[in-house]
């Protein structure tokens, strides 16, 4: 173990990011040296997610490995955060007392008393804290800012309004704050977040307003937002959204499911024909791109209902598909349903769609072909080779030659060919 180090190793959502990165400043400020070993580290902090179970699984996996060494060493701290803190207080107690503290999102403003108390050193408010914007961040150009948290509905296999309470939207005065500050300090995109970001609204200000006035301050800047409910879905937004060449024409908007009756049973608010309608409206924006979440396996769900969800899918002929097979979530309504379907069958399910999307993808991306975008170059695409890698509008990865000296930049980059995965193209002067 090193002395005066620390280590946050993160899992879950980019909102788990972004909090994340907020902590880790702190430490930065606090004299910490921050490396990336659990081993190693002196403070070690676990920011956990519970929204499926493979995430509970890694997150005790790492505890059993990490807490025996507090035993032989005194000086090593440990501490959780995230939402599995809510889900499973009493679990963490009794499993691993020798813990050094649970922190659950609603308790997180919390954290720079509980490090005081805990390390001797002192911590500025969590409130106050910027993103890291130096060389120690990944990428620092760019950065997420959550605008609302929590969630108002009650999707029936959800564990997340139990764990991060009702929705609060934050005020655009606090908002356009923080990011003038960013984007002062050279931020060229900006990722606002909440759980259903379409359902913000702050006095008379509803999200489209929001975008309009995020979009008209901050000229040269791209924004992107995530991720969108299909109901309440003002279709304000994608005409601002075509309206303004700095709002990316990317929609993230989960269906969950191709199939009416288990959006109902979901308790999802929408039929497969109303979300087809939707897509339908925003597919009228050029080279729009599109992604989902979907779920294989939800209770009592049958093959032909199974395949609705594939049939839905080639129809949109998403971009890119975050695929899950269900998971039980106690204190859950569906985690109650006494109809469940064999795990062996959700996980065939699921590698059946995945190979339905990645087979499609390729097909989908040949309309990029020819065409030249706008990219944000994120990094070297290999090793020690001149092969960058960057993003386009639709938040597709594209490779290309260049020097790294563009990393950080936006420069337009012609489409030759595709992959499953990627746009690969040329640079152009
Ligand atoms: N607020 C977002 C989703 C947040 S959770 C929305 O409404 O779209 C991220 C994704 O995890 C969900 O979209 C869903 O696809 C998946 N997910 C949530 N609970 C799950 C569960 N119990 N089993 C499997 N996947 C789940
Ligand atoms: Fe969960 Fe539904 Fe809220 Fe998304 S909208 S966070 S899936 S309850």
């Given at each position: 173990?090193?002395?005066?180090?620390?280590?946050i190793?993160?899992?879950?959502c980019?909102?788990?990011?972004?909090?994340?990165?907020?902590?880790?400043?702190?430490?930065?400020?606090?004299?910490?040296?921050?490396?990336?070993?659990?081993?190693?580290?002196?403070?070690?902090?676990?920011n956990?997610c519970?929204?499926?179970?493979?995430?509970?699984?890694?997150?005790?996996n790492?505890?059993?490995?990490?807490?025996?060494?507090?035993?032989?060493?005194?000086?090593?701290?440990?501490?959780?955060m995230?939402?599995?803190?809510?889900a499973?207080?009493?679990v963490?107690?009794?499993?691993?007392p020798?813990?050094?503290?649970?922190?659950?999102p609603?308790?997180?403003?919390?954290?720079?008393k509980?490090?005081?108390?805990?390390?001797?050193?002192?911590?500025?408010?969590?409130?106050?804290?910027?993103?890291?914007?130096?060389?120690?961040?990944?990428?620092?150009?760019?950065?997420?800012?959550?605008?609302q948290?929590?969630?108002?509905?009650?999707?029936?296999?959800?564990?997340?309004?139990?764990?991060?309470g009702?929705?609060?939207?934050?005020?655009?005065?606090?908002?356009?704050?923080?990011?003038?500050?960013?984007?002062?300090?050279?931020?060229?995109?900006?990722?606002?977040?909440?759980?259903?970001?379409n359902?913000?609204?702050?006095?008379?200000?509803?999200?489209?307003?929001?975008?309009?006035?995020?979009?008209q301050?901050?000229?040269?800047?791209?924004i992107?937002?995530?991720?969108?409910?299909p109901i309440l879905?003002?279709?304000r937004?994608?005409?601002?959204?075509?309206?303004?060449?700095?709002?990316?024409?990317?929609?993230?908007?989960p269906?969950?499911?191709?199939?009416s009756?288990?959006?109902?049973?979901?308790?999802?608010?929408?039929?497969?024909?109303?979300?087809?309608?939707?897509?339908?409206?925003?597919?009228?924006?050029?080279?729009?791109?599109?992604?989902?979440?979907?779920?294989?396996?939800?209770?009592?769900?049958?093959?032909?209902?199974f395949?609705?969800?594939?049939?839905?899918?080639?129809?949109?002929?998403?971009?890119?598909?975050?695929?899950?097979?269900?998971?039980?979530?106690?204190?859950?309504?569906?985690g109650?349903?006494?109809?469940?379907?064999?795990?062996?069958?959700?996980?065939?399910?699921?590698?059946?769609m995945?190979?339905?999307?990645?087979?499609?993808?390729?097909?989908?991306y040949?309309?990029?072909?020819?065409?030249?975008?706008?990219?944000l170059?994120e990094?070297?695409?290999?090793?020690?080779?001149?092969?960058?890698?960057?993003?386009?509008?639709g938040?597709?990865?594209v490779?290309f030659?260049?020097?790294?000296?563009?990393?950080?930049?936006?420069?337009?980059?012609?489409?030759?060919?595709?992959?499953?995965?990627?746009?690969?193209?040329?640079?152009?002067?």
């Open positions: 173990m090193r002395e005066n180090t620390a280590c190793m993160n899992f879950g980019q909102m788990n990011e972004y909090e994340s990165l907020t902590v880790t400043k702190m430490l930065d400020k606090a004299g910490y040296e921050l490396i990336s070993s659990v081993d190693q580290a002196e403070l070690v902090i676990f956990t519970t929204v499926r179970d493979n995430a509970d699984e890694k997150i005790w790492r505890l059993s490995s990490l807490v025996p060494q507090k035993r032989k060493n005194k000086s090593k701290k440990i501490g959780i995230g939402c599995m803190v809510e499973q207080r009493e963490f107690l009794q499993k691993h020798e813990i050094d503290f649970l922190i659950s609603v308790e997180l403003p919390q954290i720079s509980v490090l005081r108390d805990l390390t001797a050193r002192s911590y500025e408010e969590y409130s106050t804290y910027e993103l890291m914007l130096d060389e120690k961040a990944k990428f620092p150009f760019r950065t997420y800012m959550p605008i948290t929590g969630c108002n509905f009650n999707c029936s296999y959800c564990i997340v309004p139990a764990v991060k009702r929705e609060v939207n934050i005020s655009p005065d606090e908002i356009f704050e923080k990011l003038d500050s960013l984007v002062s300090k050279g931020v060229k995109e900006i990722t606002l977040l909440g759980q259903t970001i359902s913000y609204t702050y006095e008379d200000i509803k999200f489209a307003d929001l975008l309009e006035m995020t979009a301050r901050y000229e040269g800047v791209w992107r937002f995530l991720t969108s409910h879905f003002d279709e937004i994608i005409d601002v959204v075509a309206k303004y060449d700095n709002l990316c024409s990317y929609f993230h908007i269906s969950q499911s191709g199939n009756r288990i959006l109902k049973a979901m308790k999802r608010g929408y039929t497969r024909e109303k979300y087809l309608g939707l897509i339908a409206k925003m597919r009228e924006i050029e080279d729009v791109c599109i992604s989902t979440d979907m779920i294989c396996g939800f209770p009592s769900e049958t093959e032909e209902e395949e609705d969800s594939l049939s839905m899918m080639r129809e949109i002929g998403y971009e890119t598909a975050f695929m899950f097979y269900y998971s039980e979530r106690k204190d859950t309504p569906a109650k349903m006494e109809d469940s379907i064999p795990v062996s069958v959700r996980k065939d399910r699921l590698a059946r995945i190979d339905q999307q990645l087979s499609m993808q390729g097909e989908v040949k309309k990029f072909i020819g065409k030249t975008y706008k990219v170059v990094n070297n695409a290999r090793k020690g080779e001149n092969t960058l890698k960057a993003r386009n509008a938040n597709l990865p490779i030659e260049g020097d790294k000296s563009l990393i950080g930049t936006f420069v337009n980059v012609r489409i030759d060919s595709v992959t499953s995965h990627t746009l690969l193209g040329s640079l152009q002067g």
